[in-house]
């Protein structure tokens, strides 16, 4: 293109003579072109490198996430990493999906041999092989142990602001908490494995239950005591915390008869009336 020093009309550059004003343009140098593919070029890097940096940065986060998990099975009660305020939370759902599914084939093998027992007393058992546990209570379950955990983690919150007199956010303290607990995630994985493999004897289950929930306890608890810097005494914080588990539990406790354990005797009944 040619530039007219006169108007400034662009031209092209086959044009001798501007056609607005009519100057000589001759002796005009041509304006270089490559100048605008240079300035599309500059225009796409930025974009380009976006999408590159949120490649990379979803795979750090990833990988901080691991190195975080690994940690905290080397060190439970200690951080030295700088941890995302959604590490924990996402190790509980995590660990809550496959220990809810882990009790869901739990379930159907117990029932499943009670249906076998029953058959073998002589009682006609046709049709009971296709009761199945619903989702709708899987879900119930899900909800029931997430809404106790949540009771744990925020009793001892509670416990710990009355214990330091200090701010603190709520989760940075569960990253703690969840920290000093992860081997439960390692459990988890065992509790679900051998749950789906049918390697599910009633005491070992209820043991391995017992030994998560053990666990958790201990991660709020090494969150709640293991600072320094105490304003009150650190005995009355935990049994703050404990009081106000306690109250919950009562209130749950209705909860988990209402929802759960009532819809699961119902489909048990339902189910075995259907096939007589």
Same mark, same amino acid.
């Given at each position: ?134 989702? #709708? +209570?899987? *879900?119930?379950? &899900? $909800?029931?142990? !997430?809404? =106790?955990?949540?009771?744990? /983690?925020?009793?001892?919150? %509670? ?41 599910? #004897? +009633?005491? *070992?289950?209820? &043991? $391995?239950?017992? !030994?998560? =929930?053990?666990?958790?306890? /201990?991660?709020?608890?090494? %969150? ?47 189910? &075995?009336?259907?096939?007589?």
């Amino acid at each position: 293109m040619k530039k007219c020093p006169n108007c400034g009309a662009l031209m092209e550059n086959g044009v001798n003579f501007c056609t607005k004003c009519g100057n000589d343009l001759r002796s005009i140098t041509l304006e270089k072109e490559p100048e605008q593919a240079t300035t599309a070029t500059e225009k796409t890097a930025p974009v380009v490198a976006e999408v590159n940096q949120q490649h990379v940065n979803s795979g750090s986060y990833l990988q901080n996430y691991w190195e975080w998990l690994v940690e905290s099975w080397k060190h439970p009660a200690a951080s030295n990493l700088t941890a995302q305020s959604w590490y924990g939370w996402l190790t509980i759902l995590i660990e809550d999906v496959l220990f809810v599914t882990g009790l869901y084939f739990f379930a159907k093998s117990v029932i499943t041999g009670a249906i076998g027992l029953v058959n073998h007393f002589g009682v006609d058992t046709r049709g009971w092989g296709n009761f199945d546990i619903s989702f #709708s +209570i899987v *879900f119930r379950v &899900f $909800l029931i142990v !997430l809404i =106790f955990q949540v009771i744990v /983690i925020a009793s001892h919150f %509670a416990a710990y602001k009355f214990i330091y007199d200090e701010q603190v956010h709520l989760l940075d303290f569960v990253n703690r908490g969840i920290h000093a607990s992860n081997l439960n995630l390692i459990l988890t994985v065992i509790f679900f494995l051998l749950m789906v493999l049918g390697l599910n #004897s +009633i005491r *070992f289950t209820l &043991f $391995l239950v017992l !030994l998560l =929930f053990v666990l958790f306890f /201990i991660g709020q608890e090494v %969150a709640l005591l293991a600072n320094d810097g105490a304003r009150r005494d650190k005995a009355y914080g935990a049994l703050l915390a404990f009081g106000i588990i306690f109250v919950c539990s009562l209130i749950m406790n209705s909860l988990i008869y209402n929802s759960v354990l009532r819809s699961v005797f119902n489909q048990i009944i339902s189910g &075995f009336n259907g096939s007589m």
